[in-house]
């Protein structure tokens, strides 16, 4: 089975092509409707206007509306325009059933000056994607600030999610909005209009109370996927975006199978207004008797008055306009600045998960796949681009310009893309013939040369992996300045943030190259996995997602063996998977999911983290080679199709010849993780019994609120040969015993050698004591070392171990060399540190870290040697940041020094030592440092660097300035996005905690006005307060609260007052012992 499929395998691009041309061509009667549509291409010459009558006159008017006032922009015949069209705005209803009056797509002074009421706006993102990249980025760089904690990882999403919504907020606010406007976004949704008004303090009319009513139903409603009666085979696709109106109009036509008789065809669309529609088979033109739209699911359903038969081949014309939007989904704009720093905007779009559907009416579900020939209608000087290269290009009346796009291949709908802007590129061919470009904002095209690196050689690379080449003609990267997720695969057209994929030489730190590197590896396994093969539905995005932040390891891994990254997955996927698994609010990897609000939910840590963490035990369970036979098998198998986990599974069992699906459901199905509890025996004189239990793993040491089983791949290493592997078993019950052989009575046993096991360990005592030496003479490999550090950091912190016991163990790790072993211990020292902060100790902890840490600065200077490995330049920057904070006064002067000639440009800091210097500046710094600083961040206009030194403001000593480290958050001058991350850098300081906790108490109305939505304000709740910990202060939050209520806050309110308790316990559990373990170290 597996020669076949190699046999059929694909080896060039361009056969990949003509292959795929062949099995898509479709027997398409489109001639005619191609002349229609040329047609209608050609009146293009002239821009939509933004008004257009409803398609039904039969509802009143419910709202009138205030014109907002006239804009020097805005012709006298668009404002009356305006008037028309706000007489036929009203509250859109939710109930499917009723039949919603079109919207309108407004022009930009409307626009505008709604963006008050749409602040809930905030609310609407909110339940947008959770971005895993930004949150990985951004939980790297913060940990680097950070003076006493760290970010749990377990946070990191929701801080990614919201750097994102704030974003989306500051954009309204500093530009767009027209103050002291207040008016109604026709183009609000329901929910949006509700908030406007809640925050409004206004009571809600019946009406709308009715309709909330109807909403609550309609949400109860079972979700159910889109009919299959009628399919569609092949889009003609044409937009034409407005970039200054903020308009778009679209026609599209569609080749459609209708497979049984019906009078609707119904189909996705939202926030979009289909202006007209027919139907043409055989010699019939069909048009709907009514369009019926449903808010709720999303839909747009066609209803004919006569019955199509069934087997029809029909094609389906649709025009249709919507509104270029700024919240980053479906077809949006993105500002940027011209060469007078003048605003302009681009076109971008932003489908995934279920957002197509805002940009042009389609069947919008992953298993729904057809074939796109789009084109786009331009300025002329504008670069458009889509998933293919361009076929055809011809001027326009007008300035414009219209560009058609070759066929793209099968594909689901949320892959679609088209940009249009101003771009420089860089271009280069892989080593199989794949053009390959970087789009870079104008006059930063060198910024693209790395990306472009690294992409010309994954696609080779994975061509050989995957044993089957890359799909496509060609590549684009393009970074874009407004984009909320970290990057998306869509095929052929990758879509960045700028922080994901350009490059700043002098500016950019290794940390960051690093995750570009992986991200650009990740998105290109996509192409592969997720856009040739696609999830049948949402529920099974782990398998898109999940294995291909796997695979960017391995991708890296083989381009930058320097990076020694696959010791850093472990830091970076895997312990923040079990960090977050172990919370009673977890999910599964696999959860039923329907409506988008719910799809969107998925996108976390569960799906990224845990995906990959459990696909790299599967990897080392199976063995590489039969994992990549597999995953040939599967991919061939299933190329331009759908498929669900078991699909996966199949595959991998048959290549393997293993019971991968038995051995996988458990870690899919179940939410959490055990923790295998082991203790030894020994029997004779060089054989010893382990005895091995598994139960769920609790954060809180609590017993779990489930009873499951894992099939629990186990491997055992010994001293005898620390790098091997001394036996493999399965644990697929609650306990058992294993003999193991040639184990003499010192030697010592290491459960799940390499960190691969997705589970934790808990041994003996006495089998802990025989590890401790083999750590100190780094007898056991750095994987091992890292993995027994954070079990026991774990154990702690469920109250299964003592402090003392586990800053005992760290202490043995003082020789360590590893970087990742390192980031391991400080992520969870500067857990501790939190705890110490409430206590007398601070000083014995600081010396205690100085000890730790000064042997490995030593080693490893300021200065980079010649040919330094790329892991030491990293470990250089966390460890001297550690020794900032530890109060090195040695480090802390060097580090003064460096910063000053950095200041007067002598000798500029190189990128990865910056946050250190800056640190330790600013840690004893007075006024003027902070008024340099703040020279400092007006002088950059490279994102990177206002984020390090905005970030690093956060580490003030003084209170005085922590509270003007706060109002510079506050004044706007730091973007919104950015602001709250400052904030929270103030509010973990322990100097600024208390400060920061009066200032919220003072101003939470003011807050609450700004941050609008409970989302935002939650995420700064929560690390305002879960850093006490005390009694006294867990009831003074709650007291606060429970006067002060914050909606949308209640449930971040009691877990962090939970956290608060937890850290009381912990602290009353282990202080006495810390003291004494602390000054005994003196
Ligand atoms: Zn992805």
Same mark, same amino acid.
């Given at each position: 089975?597996?020669?076949?499929?190699?046999?059929?395998?694909?080896?060039? =691009?361009?056969?990949?092509?003509?292959l795929?041309?062949?099995?898509?061509?479709?027997?398409?009667?489109?001639?005619?409707?191609?002349?229609?549509?040329?047609?209608?291409?050609?009146?293009?010459?002239?821009?939509?206007?933004?008004?257009?009558?409803?398609?039904?006159?039969t509802?009143?008017?419910?709202?009138l509306?205030?014109?907002?006032?006239?804009?020097?922009?805005?012709?006298?015949s668009?404002?009356?325009?305006?008037?028309?069209?706000?007489?036929?705005?009203?509250?859109?209803?939710?109930?499917?059933?009723?039949?919603?009056?079109?919207?309108?797509?407004?022009?930009?002074?409307?626009?505008?000056?709604?963006?008050?009421?749409?602040?809930?706006?905030?609310?609407?993102?909110?339940?947008?994607?959770?971005?895993?990249?930004?949150?990985?980025?951004?939980?790297?760089?913060?940990?680097?600030?950070?003076?006493?904690?760290?970010?749990?990882?377990?946070?990191?999403?929701l801080?990614?999610?919201?750097?994102?919504?704030?974003?989306?907020?500051l954009?309204?606010?500093?530009?767009?909005?027209?103050?002291g406007?207040?008016?109604?976004?026709?183009?609000?949704?329901?929910?949006?209009?509700?908030?406007?008004?809640?925050?409004?303090?206004?009571?809600?009319?019946?009406?709308?109370?009715?309709?909330?009513?109807?909403?609550? *139903?309609?949400?109860?409603?079972?979700?159910?996927?889109?009919?299959?009666?009628?399919?569609?085979?092949?889009y003609?696709?044409?937009?034409?975006?407005?970039?200054?109106?903020?308009?778009?109009?679209?026609?599209?036509?569609?080749?459609?199978?209708?497979?049984?008789?019906?009078?609707?065809?119904?189909?996705?669309?939202?926030?979009?207004?289909?202006?007209?529609?027919?139907?043409?088979?055989e010699?019939?033109?069909?048009k709907?008797e009514?369009?019926?739209?449903?808010?709720e699911?999303?839909?747009?359903?066609l209803?004919?008055?006569?019955?199509?038969?069934?087997?029809?081949?029909?094609?389906?014309? %649709?025009?249709?306009?919507?509104?270029l939007?700024?919240?980053?989904?479906?077809?949006?704009? &993105?500002?940027?600045?011209?060469?007078?720093?003048?605003?302009?905007? =681009?076109?971008?779009?932003?489908f995934?998960?279920?957002?197509a559907?805002?940009?042009?009416?389609?069947?919008?579900?992953?298993?729904?796949?057809?074939?796109?020939?789009?084109?786009?209608?331009?300025?002329?000087?504008?670069?458009a681009?889509?998933?293919?290269?361009?076929?055809?290009?011809?001027?326009?009346?007008?300035? #414009?310009r219209?560009?058609?796009?070759?066929?793209?291949?099968?594909?689901?709908?949320?892959?679609?893309?088209?940009?249009?802007?101003?771009?420089?590129?860089?271009?280069?061919?892989?080593?199989?013939?794949?053009?390959?470009?970087?789009?870079?904002?104008?006059?930063?095209?060198?910024?693209?040369?790395?990306a472009?690196?690294?992409?010309?050689?994954?696609?080779?690379?994975?061509?050989?992996?995957?044993?089957?080449?890359?799909?496509?003609?060609?590549?684009?990267l393009?970074?874009?300045?407004?984009?909320?997720?970290?990057?998306m695969?869509?095929?052929?057209?990758?879509?960045?943030?700028?922080?994901?994929?350009?490059?700043?030489p002098?500016?950019?730190?290794?940390?960051?190259?690093?995750?570009?590197?992986l991200?650009?590896?990740?998105?290109?396994?996509?192409?592969?996995?997720?856009?040739?093969?696609?999830m049948?539905?949402?529920?099974?995005?782990?398998?898109?997602?999940?294995?291909?932040?796997?695979?960017?390891?391995?991708?890296? $891994? $083989?381009?930058?063996?320097?990076?020694?990254?696959?010791?850093?997955?472990v830091?970076?996927?895997?312990?923040?998977a079990l960090? #977050?698994?172990?919370?009673?609010?977890?999910h599964?990897?696999?959860?039923?999911?329907?409506?988008?609000?719910?799809?969107?939910?998925?996108?976390?840590e569960?799906?990224?983290?845990?995906g990959?963490?459990?696909?790299?035990?599967?990897?080392?369970?199976?063995?590489?080679?039969?994992?990549?036979?597999?995953?040939?098998?599967?991919?061939?198998?299933?190329?331009?199709?759908?498929?669900?986990?078991e699909?996966?599974?199949?595959?991998?069992?048959?290549?393997?010849s293993?019971?991968?699906?038995?051995?996988?459901?458990?870690?899919?199905? $179940?939410?959490g993780?055990p923790?295998?509890?082991?203790?030894?025996?020994?029997?004779?004189?060089?054989?010893r019994?382990?005895?091995?239990?598994?139960?769920?793993?609790?954060?809180?040491?609590?017993?779990?609120?489930?009873?499951?089983?894992?099939?629990?791949?186990?491997?055992?290493?010994?001293?005898k040969?620390?790098t091997?592997?001394?036996?493999?078993?399965?644990?697929?019950?609650?306990? %058992?015993?294993?003999? !193991?052989?040639?184990?003499?009575?010192?030697?010592?046993i290491?459960i799940?050698?390499?960190?691969?096991?997705?589970?934790?360990?808990?041994?003996?005592?006495? *089998?802990?004591?025989?590890?401790m030496?083999?750590?100190?003479? %780094?007898?056991?490999?750095?994987?091992?070392?890292l993995?027994?550090?954070?079990?026991?950091?774990?154990?702690?912190?469920?109250?299964?171990?003592?402090?003392?016991?586990?800053?005992?163990?760290?202490? &043995?790790?003082?020789?360590?060399?590893?970087?990742?072993?390192?980031?391991?211990?400080?992520?969870?020292?500067?857990?501790?540190?939190?705890?110490?902060?409430?206590?007398?100790?601070?000083?014995?902890? $600081?010396?205690?870290?100085?000890?730790?840490?000064?042997?490995?600065?030593?080693?490893?200077?300021?200065e980079?040697?010649?040919?330094?490995?790329?892991?030491?330049?990293?470990?250089r920057?966390?460890?001297?940041?550690?020794?900032?904070?530890f109060?090195?006064?040695?480090?802390?002067?060097?580090?003064?020094?460096?910063?000053?000639?950095?200041?007067?440009?002598?000798?500029p800091?190189?990128?990865?030592?910056?946050?250190?210097?800056y640190?330790a500046?600013?840690q004893?710094g007075?006024?003027?440092?902070?008024?340099?600083m703040?020279?400092?961040?007006?002088a950059?206009?490279?994102?990177?660097e206002q984020?390090?030194?905005?970030?690093?403001?956060?580490?003030?000593?003084?209170?005085k300035?922590?509270?003007?480290?706060?109002?510079? =958050?506050?004044?706007?001058?730091?973007?919104?996005?950015?602001?709250?991350?400052?904030?929270?850098?103030?509010a973990?300081?322990?100097?600024?905690?208390?400060?920061?906790?009066e200032?919220?108490k003072?101003?939470?109305?003011? !807050?609450?006005?700004?941050?609008?939505?409970?989302?935002?304000? &939650?995420?700064?709740?929560?690390?305002?307060?879960?850093?006490? =910990?005390?009694?006294?202060?867990?009831?003074?939050?709650?007291?606060?609260?429970?006067?002060?209520?914050?909606?949308?806050?209640?449930r971040?309110?009691?877990?962090?007052?939970?956290?608060?308790?937890?850290?009381?316990?912990?602290?009353?559990?282990?202080?006495?012992?810390?003291?004494?373990?602390l000054?005994?170290?003196?």
């Amino acid at each position: 089975m597996y020669k076949n499929a190699l046999k059929g395998g694909i080896r060039t =691009a361009k056969q990949a092509w003509k292959l795929k041309n062949e099995l898509g061509k479709l027997q398409l009667d489109l001639a005619k409707a191609n002349s229609d549509f040329e047609q209608h291409l050609c009146e293009a010459g002239r821009y939509i206007q933004s008004c257009y009558l409803p398609a039904t006159t039969t509802q009143k008017p419910l709202l009138l509306l205030k014109t907002p006032g006239d804009n020097k922009s805005s012709s006298s015949s668009k404002h009356d325009c305006n008037i028309v069209a706000n007489h036929y705005l009203r509250t859109p209803v939710v109930n499917p059933l009723v039949q919603l009056p079109p919207k309108r797509a407004a022009d930009k002074t409307t626009i505008n000056t709604h963006f008050r009421a749409e602040s809930g706006h905030l609310n609407a993102l909110i339940s947008s994607k959770q971005f895993v990249k930004v949150q990985k980025q951004f939980y790297r760089d913060y940990s680097c600030v950070s003076l006493g904690a760290p970010l749990k990882s377990s946070d990191a999403p929701l801080l990614g999610d919201l750097c994102s919504q704030y974003r989306a907020i500051l954009a309204h606010t500093s530009a767009d909005v027209v103050s002291g406007q207040d008016i109604h976004h026709p183009g609000c949704n329901y929910q949006q209009t509700r908030r406007a008004h809640q925050q409004q303090s206004q009571p809600l009319s019946k009406e709308q109370e009715q309709l909330e009513q109807e909403r609550k *139903m309609a949400q109860k409603a079972k979700f159910e996927r889109l009919p299959t009666n009628v399919v569609p085979k092949h889009y003609e696709l044409l937009l034409q975006p407005n970039l200054q109106e903020f308009t778009f109009k679209g026609k599209t036509i569609v080749q459609v199978n209708v497979k049984e008789p019906t009078t609707q065809i119904t189909l996705n669309a939202l926030d979009i207004v289909i202006d007209a529609v027919e139907l043409h088979y055989e010699c019939s033109k069909l048009k709907p008797e009514k369009i019926v739209y449903s808010a709720e699911n999303e839909t747009a359903t066609l209803e004919f008055d006569q019955e199509i038969p069934a087997e029809t081949q029909g094609v389906l014309h %649709m025009s249709f306009t919507g509104e270029l939007n700024d919240k980053m989904k479906g077809f949006y704009r &993105s500002k940027y600045f011209g060469p007078n720093g003048e605003e302009r905007y =681009a076109g971008v779009t932003q489908f995934e998960a279920t957002d197509a559907r805002r940009c042009f009416p389609c069947w919008d579900e992953p298993a729904i796949k057809a074939t796109f020939d789009i084109t786009l209608v331009v300025p002329k000087d504008r670069v458009a681009l889509s998933n293919m290269p361009v076929v055809k290009e011809d001027s326009l009346p007008d300035d #414009l310009r219209r560009v058609r796009f070759d066929r793209t291949p099968i594909m689901s709908t949320y892959l679609v893309a088209v940009v249009v802007g101003e771009y420089d590129y860089v271009e280069g061919k892989s080593d199989d013939g794949v053009l390959v470009r970087v789009f870079t904002p104008v006059g930063k095209r060198e910024q693209g040369t790395f990306a472009l690196e690294v992409a010309t050689k994954v696609l080779p690379y994975y061509k050989d992996y995957f044993n089957i080449a890359y799909p496509l003609p060609k590549m684009d990267l393009i970074a874009i300045s407004d984009f909320s997720a970290g990057a998306m695969e869509n095929w052929g057209l990758v879509t960045y943030r700028e922080t994901f994929v350009l490059v700043d030489p002098k500016n950019t730190s290794l940390m960051r190259k690093q995750s570009i590197a992986l991200t650009v590896g990740h998105e290109i396994a996509h192409q592969w996995f997720g856009n040739l093969v696609t999830m049948e539905w949402w529920t099974h995005l782990w398998l898109n997602e999940g294995y291909a932040s796997f695979v960017e390891f391995l991708c890296v $891994h $083989h381009l930058f063996p320097e990076y020694d990254i696959w010791t850093q997955f472990v830091t970076d996927m895997y312990t923040r998977a079990l960090e #977050l698994d172990s919370l009673k609010n977890s999910h599964p990897i696999e959860v039923p999911v329907g409506h988008p609000s719910e799809i969107d939910e998925i996108f976390d840590e569960i799906s990224y983290n845990k995906g990959a963490s459990v696909i790299r035990m599967l990897h080392d369970y199976i063995g590489e080679d039969d994992f990549r036979k597999g995953m040939n098998l599967y991919l061939t198998r299933h190329q331009y199709g759908n498929t669900c986990t078991e699909d996966l599974w199949a595959a991998l069992q048959e290549a393997s010849s293993k019971n991968v699906g038995e051995v996988m459901t458990s870690w899919t199905q $179940h939410k959490g993780f055990p923790v295998v509890s082991v203790e030894s025996e020994q029997t004779s004189k060089n054989q010893r019994l382990l005895r091995l239990k598994q139960c769920k793993f609790t954060a809180d040491g609590s017993p779990a609120d489930e009873n499951c089983l894992w099939v629990v791949p186990i491997s055992v290493s010994t001293s005898k040969n620390p790098t091997g592997i001394a036996k493999t078993f399965l644990l697929d019950k609650p306990s %058992m015993e294993v003999t !193991l052989e040639n184990v003499d009575e010192g030697d010592w046993i290491k459960i799940n050698p390499g960190t691969v096991g997705y589970y934790r360990t808990r041994y003996s005592n006495k *089998m802990l004591e025989q590890l401790m030496p083999a750590v100190e003479k %780094m007898e056991l490999p750095p994987l091992d070392r890292l993995g027994l550090i954070d079990d026991m950091f774990a154990m702690v912190q469920a109250g299964h171990a003592n402090t003392a016991e586990v800053l005992e163990l760290v202490d &043995s790790y003082r020789n360590e060399t590893n970087y990742t072993v390192w980031t391991a211990i400080t992520n969870s020292l500067t857990n501790l540190h939190i705890l110490i902060s409430h206590t007398d100790l601070m000083d014995d902890f $600081h010396r205690f870290g100085r000890n730790l840490y000064e042997p490995v600065a030593y080693r490893l200077g300021w200065e980079p040697r010649d040919g330094e490995n790329h892991l030491d330049t990293l470990l250089r920057s966390l460890v001297l940041t550690r020794l900032v904070s530890f109060r090195s006064n040695e480090i802390i002067g060097e580090a003064k020094n460096r910063f000053r000639s950095h200041v007067s440009g002598t000798n500029p800091l190189p990128a990865d030592l910056r946050t250190t210097c800056y640190k330790a500046v600013l840690q004893d710094g007075d006024e003027q440092i902070f008024e340099e600083m703040l020279n400092l961040y007006r002088a950059t206009d490279l994102h990177e660097e206002q984020d390090r030194i905005s970030r690093a403001l956060g580490c003030c000593g003084d209170v005085k300035l922590l509270r003007r480290v706060i109002d510079f =958050a506050m004044s706007g001058e730091v973007r919104a996005q950015d602001a709250v991350f400052v904030i929270v850098a103030v509010a973990i300081n322990p100097k600024g905690r208390d400060m920061a906790w009066e200032f919220f108490k003072e101003n939470n109305k003011q !807050l609450l006005e700004r941050y609008q939505g409970g989302f935002l304000l &939650s995420r700064l709740i929560k690390y305002l307060i879960e850093n006490f =910990a005390s009694e006294e202060k867990a009831k003074e939050v709650e007291e606060f609260f429970q006067v002060n209520q914050i909606p949308g806050c209640e449930r971040t309110v009691s877990q962090a007052v939970e956290t608060i308790r937890l850290n009381a316990a912990w602290l009353q559990r282990d202080r006495a012992q810390l003291a004494l373990f602390l000054r005994d170290d003196e």
